[in-house]
């Protein structure tokens, strides 16, 4: 037969693979090759390749010039349903290295434990020695002992390692599953004794990615660098992270950036609280997500009522800082939003110690443009941004609105009482040049050089009561109740 053919014939792939003459093995793992971000240039390195399976690490790293690359597997996962017969042992890593034409010295294969690395492999004697490079990707998770395959591995790796692995943060059978998780930085990992991850029994511990972070570096591996391989992942093979560090951060640092990397020990969750004032009569949408939202991360929603709206939301924020709040979160009865948006906004306020408070992007009633305000370098307020102003992930602002609002409690308490007041003008009325209740607190900021963000790819609702007319058809028209008490009925209702 030729390579096509055996392709065809072998009954499961587990990599996808290219082989020459445009033959593709029809396998679907990695999901995204790219985010794994393993060195580019692996010149003259010698790589080792844990739980190669198929071989596409394997294979990935001599096109990127590794000098020779040892690939070990112990074949114990089954993925809890394949038999012995659909994944054979090396024939399909053996096809696919004889297809690309790499030799066996340069290609070399062992089936072995990975807790057996550093121990005599029997054909011929020959110990593994030492590598620049260790992959470890899909295997961790299947190990009764991950915590001793991280230390063996440590032993004979020089340089990096980079890990691939299952995580709880977004999934966890005991939690709920999908989208029911650990908060961030819970260093926390999950044993089964079972076959409660993924119906797999050779499924036994899955690590939080910053638990798996820890892990890696009591190993003895620093420079550590964690991240989720999908941000927002909505299927159990999606949950997964990826971690890198390195014994020696000049001739093979570990992959990562800046906003990627850990400290040395882990950081302790910031404590954030919310407040909210409504009205007696208000929107029920709004009350559901905030329980949606808010129970799951933790985060105690402590509410007033009143006349006075700037009062009572004062006196609530008041309240949640005297309980020991390291942020606050305001909200309107008229927003809706979800978890994920409260869960980004706490994201970049860990990331950005500068800002004192940050806003999603919300539109106002009637169609108006986004609930913000800017002001040039100069001071003069801006009429209209132009679209691009809003490209980035942040942009810092004048004013923005309160319905899902996250303050800084530090800088909180550094500007003087009180914080919503409103304020005529010159001559005692409330012309244009007014200061509502609401802008008040963005002032304060202002002068005291305090830092406002919007936070652009973070989009929340604003409910809007709307008046239905039939219109001249029989169909509905739906009118802005601010319209309707400015003009009128609308022009193309039923006569």
């Not at 198929?54 to 096109?63: H, N, Q, R």
């Not at 709880?168 to 989208?179: L, R, T, V």
């Not at 660098?225 to 159990?236: C, E, F, I, M, R």
């Not at 028209?477 to 309707?484: A, D, G, I, S, T």
Request: hydrophobic letters at 40%; charged letters at 25%.
């Amino acid at each position: 037969m030729d390579i096509k053919q055996r392709v065809e014939a072998v009954p499961y792939w587990y990599h996808k693979i290219e082989l020459p003459d445009g033959i593709t093995t029809p396998g679907w793992a990695p999901i995204d090759a790219k985010a794994y971000s393993i060195p580019e240039d692996l010149t003259g390195k010698r790589v080792l390749d844990v739980g190669a399976w198929d071989g596409y690490w394997t294979f990935e790293a001599l096109k990127r010039g590794a000098a020779q690359v040892v690939a070990i597997d112990d074949f114990s996962d089954n993925l809890g349903s394949l038999t012995d017969e659909q994944r054979p042992r090396w024939e399909t890593f053996d096809l696919c290295r004889e297809a690309l034409g790499y030799n066996k010295d340069a290609c070399k294969r062992y089936e072995m434990s990975v807790y057996d690395v550093n121990n005599i492999v029997q054909n011929g004697g020959l110990a593994l020695g030492q590598f620049d490079v260790v992959f470890f990707f899909g295997t961790l998770y299947h190990l009764k002992y991950p915590q001793l395959a991280l230390d063996e591995l440590a032993k004979l790796c020089t340089g990096s390692i980079h890990i691939e692995s299952a995580i709880c943060d977004k999934f966890s059978p005991y939690q709920g599953g999908i989208d029911n998780g650990y908060a961030d930085n819970d260093v926390v990992m999950e044993f089964y004794p079972g076959s409660e991850y993924g119906d797999n029994k050779n499924n036994w511990w899955v690590p939080s990615l910053r638990c798996l972070g820890s892990m890696v570096q009591a190993a003895g591996f620093e420079d550590v660098h964690l991240w989720g391989l999908t941000s927002n992942p909505k299927a159990l093979a999606e949950c997964r992270g990826f971690v890198s560090g390195t014994k020696d951060k000049v001739a093979m640092p570990a992959s990562g950036t800046p906003a990627t990397q850990i400290a040395s020990e882990p950081t302790k969750p910031m404590k954030v609280a919310a407040a909210m004032t409504v009205p007696r009569l208000g929107f029920q949408d709004n009350m559901f997500c905030a329980l949606e939202a808010l129970v799951p991360l933790g985060i105690n929603l402590y509410k007033t009522q009143g006349a006075f709206w700037g009062q009572s939301l004062e006196l609530a924020m008041m309240r949640q800082i005297d309980e020991g709040a390291e942020a606050i979160l305001t909200l309107d009865y008229d927003t809706v939003f979800t978890q994920e948006d409260v869960a980004e906004l706490i994201r970049l306020m860990k990331e950005h110690p500068e800002a004192t408070a940050i806003a999603p992007l919300q539109s106002g009633r009637g169609g108006m443009l986004p609930l913000v305000s800017l002001k040039t370098r100069s001071g003069q307020m801006v009429d209209r941004a132009p679209r691009e102003t809003f490209d980035a992930e942040l942009t810092r602002i004048h004013s923005a609105h309160y319905g899902l609002t996250l303050f800084r409690v530090d800088d909180l308490l550094k500007i003087p009482h009180p914080w919503f007041r409103a304020q005529p003008d010159r001559d005692g009325r409330w012309g244009s040049s007014k200061v509502d209740a609401d802008i008040w607190l963005w002032k304060l900021m202002e002068d005291l050089d305090m830092i406002l963000y919007s936070a652009n790819r973070i989009v929340v609702g604003h409910l809007d009561l709307v008046l239905r007319w039939p219109d001249k058809n029989f169909g509905t028209l739906f009118q802005p109740v601010c319209e309707y008490k400015e003009s009128g009925k609308h022009e193309n209702v039923w006569r």
